[in-house]
């Protein structure tokens, strides 16, 4: 039976420049049962000796997701509303090989566990109508969950991207990056 509850309209949108590395996603995300008190999402930061600059880190939910296609025992799956689901501890070996193939770096491999890990965005939340714990806490709105014309109205002079290559391979994903208005033009010569 199909999931009545899960709205299409809503997107999950990152914005990399909100972001003041408060760790106050990670820790929601740990505080997920359905984690084991481990964060799928992360903060980095982009060269602490110079900058406080920080970046989040959450599955892009890719259209063609490489960490499924790679996975030789069929543990990652993606669902109709486009969700790529953590492993299947049932079926997961460990392997690795979804860590080596996501172009964006976000699967992780628990070693104690042997078991990959990784954002299925909340799913047991967003399927019952709710937002995801991350964007649930944070305090700029660097993760938002909501609609596109939400998004557009509470950031006029940004664009979410969700459009990505990596050399000549076109990755689509249904998390967004919010960029700059303009920036994202590509300009040939």
């Known amino acids: 039976?199909?999931?009545?509850?899960?709205?299409?309209?809503?997107?999950?949108?990152?914005?990399m420049q909100r972001c003041i590395g408060c760790h106050a996603c990670e820790m929601a995300?740990?505080?997920?049962?359905?984690?084991?008190?481990?964060s799928m999402i992360h903060?980095?930061?982009?060269?602490?000796?110079?900058?406080t600059q920080t970046t989040v880190q959450v599955c892009m939910h890719c259209e063609d997701p490489a960490c499924a296609n790679v996975c030789p025992a069929?543990?990652?799956?993606?669902?109709?509303?486009?969700?790529?689901?953590?492993?299947?501890?049932?079926r997961c070996i460990g392997c690795s090989n979804c860590v080596l193939a996501c172009p964006f770096g976000v699967p992780q491999k628990n070693e104690a566990a042997e078991l990959m890990m990784k954002c299925n965005m909340c799913y047991d939340?967003?399927?019952?109508?709710?937002?995801?714990m991350c964007a649930t806490v944070c305090p700029t709105q660097a993760l938002f969950y909501g609609t596109?014309?939400?998004i557009q109205k509470m950031r006029p002079n940004s664009t979410p991207v969700?459009?990505?290559f990596f050399g000549m391979q076109e990755v689509?994903?249904?998390?967004?990056?919010?960029?700059?208005?303009?920036?994202?033009?590509l300009k040939v010569h």
Not at 4 to 14: A, I, L
Not at 29 to 38: D, F, H, P, R
Not at 125 to 132: D, E, I, L
């Open 29 to 38: 995300c740990a505080e997920c049962e359905t984690n084991g008190q481990e």
């Open 125 to 132: 939340r967003t399927s019952a109508g709710k937002k995801p």
């Open 1 to 15: 039976m199909p999931n009545t509850k899960y709205d299409q309209q809503m997107e999950f949108f990152v914005d």
């Open 172 to 185: 689509n994903t249904k998390v967004n990056i919010m960029m700059p208005k303009g920036s994202t033009h």
């Open 43 to 51: 903060i980095h930061y982009v060269d602490r000796a110079v900058t």
């Open 162 to 164: 969700n459009k990505f």
């Open 148 to 150: 596109r014309e939400e």
């Open 74 to 90: 069929d543990a990652i799956s993606k669902d109709d509303f486009g969700v790529v689901h953590t492993a299947n501890t049932a």
